[in-house]
């Protein structure tokens, strides 16, 4: 999908980038770093379906559980 990145959307859940640009995020990253995909179609899947807590506000998120 290398060749359509950035012109249409194949991805299918994933951040969907290139091998090198993969390498990069990974080393220049850490666990907890917080990543914002922009410009995606469809709604966010909810918080609380088991596949979608990185969809949580981050305001929500750092409230705790409590809130969801």
Request: glycine content about 14%; overall charge negative; charged content about 15%.
């Amino acid at each position: 999908s290398v060749g359509s990145q950035g012109e249409s959307n194949v991805s299918h859940g994933c951040i969907n980038v290139s091998t090198s640009n993969g390498q990069w995020f990974y080393d220049n990253s850490k666990r907890g770093d917080i990543v914002e995909i922009v410009n995606t179609v469809g709604p966010p899947l909810p918080g609380t379906d088991g596949l979608g807590d990185w969809n949580i506000p981050w305001e929500q998120w750092k409230a705790g559980n409590a809130s969801i």
